[in-house]
């Protein structure tokens, strides 16, 4: 199973970016999905889910400006970031439910 992270960077407050984690090895469409992030010195948490079914959870820190979102046909989901802020800046990985992590892709937002 290998989980592929892309789309990370740097980018000013305000700004956007979409971040996609392909999946190999797995009959994607039957996972659940997640995004999650870890800043310096900090604990890992939860960003954003989505079922195999579709039904998405984000977590309240970035509620009305992130959006999961999933293609089986392709096996890779999305976590498209708007309205960005400083402390969103933190490495961010994609996961399998119970499967795999993905190797993480660095978030800087900064003026």
């Known amino acids: 199973v290998q989980l592929a992270e892309s789309g990370g960077g740097l980018v000013q407050p305000g700004g956007s970016l979409r971040l996609s984690c392909a999946a190999s090895?797995?009959?994607?469409?039957?996972?659940?999905m997640g995004w999650y992030r870890q800043a310096p010195g900090k604990r890992r948490e939860l960003v954003a889910t989505?079922?195999?079914?579709?039904?998405?959870h984000t977590a309240d820190s970035v509620k009305g400006r992130f959006t999961i979102s999933r293609d089986n046909a392709e096996s890779t989901v999305y976590l498209q970031m708007n309205s960005l802020k400083p402390e969103d800046t933190a490495v961010y990985y994609c996961?399998?439910?119970?499967?795999?992590w993905g190797q993480g892709t660095q978030v800087t937002v900064s003026s």
């Open positions: 989505i079922t195999s079914g579709g039904i998405t």
């Open positions: 090895g797995i009959i994607f469409s039957r996972y659940d």
């Open positions: 996961n399998a439910k119970g499967v795999a």
